[in-house]
Structures are given as C-alpha cells and as structure tokens.
C-alpha cells in the first residue's frame, strides 16, 4: 500500500509538508509505522498542487523513483507554494509496472484524485469489468494499469454523467459499484482516497473488509492554522484524529466535516469465472 497526505488551508510552501515534518512522507517512504502489506513505498512518488488561480488545470510533478532519490525534491518543495496540495508515495501492487504513467495523483482537468489501497488480483477479476462500465470520456481517461487509475476513472464517470452529482456523491456511487463488483468477484477492495477541485477536499477511508488502511486528520494546528491535514500516518506529534473506518471526509474553506458511508454490503456470492485479460 501506499502513504498519502492531503492540505487545505493558507498558502505555504510544499517543503513544510513533505520535507521537514520528523515524519514526513520521505521518512514515510523507508520508514512507514502502519504499513499493512509492505515494507517500503519506494516505487514512484507524486505531488499535486493548484496555483493562484483554483478553477485553472493543477500542476502535477511525478517520479518514478523513489522520493529519497530526487535531488530536484527539495529546491521544488521550497520554491512552490499552494493552498491545496496531494502527495503520495507508491508501493507499487505486485504485478503492475513501475513507470510514470502508473505515478499518482492522476489528474483530469481541474481534478486531482489519489488512493491508498489495492484490488486484490485486479487484473485477472476486476480489469475488464471495471472498464466495461466506464464511459466513452472516463475510459479514454486511463493510461496505465492499476487498479488506482481505473477507480479514478470510475469516479469520473460518475462525476461526468447525468445528475450533476457533487465530488462526495460521486465518491459514494464509485465505493458502491466498487462493493458490488468485489463481491461478485470474491476479493478485497482497500480505497483510502482522496480527490480536490482546488476549492474542496474529499476523502475517505474504505475498505470491503474491517482492515482499512489507516488514516488521520489534523486541523488548525498551531504551526498550520486555519488548515487541515489528512494523511496515511500522522506526520508530527500532534492531536490527529484516527478516521473511523467506512467514513466520507469533506473540506471546504476549512471546515473539515464528516459522516459515515452508508454502504451497504452484497449479497454473498460464489466467486465468478474470473476474466481473462
């Protein structure tokens, strides 16, 4: 799995949240505390991050490296400043490659999305279903091949078709279908995830079983006030909060809001016929 931080509050520069914190996701990368299924998250890095102007594309920097490896890191990290940041550090699912097209966040106009989680065995179950139910302009919104990309997609379709529906509603019909396909299938879906807009934060912590990754939220912190932070692990000592599991986070001009995912689980099932790839 991997490790993910997400900021709204002032503008400051990215090196107070990726760099200098005792546990940043640098540290995090080599060193993680709540690691479920890994030891490292050195298989790629990625930062995302909107300028002055929110409804204009964010900017995006991705390594294939790991991030202890990028020279260039630091200089970027001072030198930026945003109001909204996504950060992540990748261990990659066995399988499925490391190169630059499969490096998070993933970005599709104005949106930002990142994941902490897996599909288990997602190329030989859930690959083509998923992509059978994408539209035409989600589908041709992936260009790698993980299981993130394709959630992130499916988010997309629903955010693009018909109800106008909201960065959270659509989040919640994503988990759902997500539900529903895992257990026709018979595996595990883990989707800790974050999306932004440049105005809004939403997040959750999800999984299909009771192992969700972990995940905390920080807000108006002293050395970060009028901010919140959302992050895989807590990146300093301080008053985190522990989400509780199956629950939708939202942030908007600071004001971090929660409510439970009311999900309700599929019927079981026997595992169908997986299909090839």
Request: net charge negative; glycine share 4%; proline share 9%.
């Amino acid at each position: 799995m991997c490790r993910l931080l997400a900021y709204a509050g002032p503008s400051l520069s990215l090196d107070r949240l990726v760099t200098q914190p005792e546990h940043s996701l640098v540290v995090q990368s080599y060193q993680p505390q709540e690691l479920e299924v890994a030891l490292m998250n050195a298989d790629g890095f990625g930062l995302g991050w909107y300028g002055p102007d929110p409804s204009s594309a964010p900017f995006v920097y991705r390594n294939t490296a790991p991030i202890w490896h990028d020279l260039n890191l630091d200089d970027l990290c001072r030198y930026v400043t945003s109001s909204c940041v996504l950060a992540y550090v990748r261990s990659a699912t066995p399988g499925l490659a490391v190169d630059l097209s499969n490096c998070q966040p993933f970005r599709h106009g104005p949106l930002l999305f990142i994941h902490n989680g897996f599909i288990e065995r997602f190329k030989p179950t859930l690959y083509r279903p998923l992509r059978q139910l994408l539209s035409e302009s989600a589908y041709h919104a992936i260009h790698g091949m993980t299981d993130s990309e394709h959630i992130f997609a499916l988010w997309l379709h629903h955010l693009q078709g018909p109800g106008n529906l909201s960065l959270d509603q659509a989040l919640h019909k994503t988990l759902e279908q997500l539900t529903t396909l895992a257990a026709d299938y018979g595996v595990r879906a883990a989707a800790n995830i974050v999306v932004a807009d440049g105005q809004k934060l939403v997040a959750c912590r999800f999984d299909t079983t009771d192992q969700a990754p972990s995940l905390y939220w920080l807000r108006h912190h002293p050395q970060f006030p009028e901010s919140v932070i959302i992050a895989s692990e807590p990146l300093f000592p301080a008053d985190w909060v522990s989400c509780p599991p199956s629950t939708l986070i939202t942030v908007q001009d600071c004001d971090l809001q929660t409510q439970p995912l009311h999900i309700p689980a599929a019927p079981d099932s026997s595992p169908a016929v997986p299909v090839a790839s």
